[in-house]
């Protein structure tokens, strides 16, 4: 179990900075976009840039974000449960959750293959997209990584006896 959380935190901590980087290269091709733009020479296919970074910044946080707890949460009947009731209950929505995001991330991943089979190409720059789209589901698997830690925790807490 602590070799899965180390892996875990390592996994998702490196798809965090990967995806600060994607950040601060958004923030930068968006400056040199606007300047360039004043001076009459936008740089083309900007909008696709800056959406294949966004989309880059936001699936590789994903993980890092659950990691810290960082999406909402609405507790207000679980708080008033048991402890082993509430991590019974916390582990099923986790179950859930990985569940999810494993079938998201298989998904997504399968529509990458099909792009990269087709030879799909962007509009304006006629690059190739099936690689943002493969960073993207691994966002989604770095989040299930994270959920399977989650799971496996609550799962300990309401087995654990002497509580609730």
């Not at 083309?44 to 659950?66: D, K």
């Not at 991590?87 to 859930?96: C, F």
């Amino acid at each position: 179990m602590k070799a899965l959380i180390a892996f875990e935190t390592f996994v998702n901590r490196a798809l965090a900075a990967v995806a600060g980087i994607a950040l601060i290269a958004m923030m930068l091709f968006t400056v040199a976009d606007m300047v360039l733009r004043a001076f009459g020479h936008p740089v083309a296919g900007s909008y696709e840039v800056i959406g294949w970074l966004s989309a880059v910044a936001m699936a590789l946080a994903l993980g890092y974000a659950q990691l810290h707890k960082g999406h909402v949460a609405i507790d207000l009947v679980v708080e008033r449960l048991r402890p082993r009731t509430k991590a019974a209950v916390e582990a099923l929505t986790t179950l859930a959750s990985l569940l999810l995001f494993v079938a998201v991330a298989w998904y997504v991943a399968s529509y990458g293959l099909v792009l990269h089979e087709s030879g799909s190409l962007s509009e304006t720059l006629k690059a190739i997209v099936y690689p943002w789209v493969y960073v993207v589901a691994i966002g989604c698997g770095g989040l299930a990584l994270a959920l399977l830690a989650d799971f496996l925790r609550a799962l300990a807490r309401a087995f654990v006896k002497g509580e609730g």
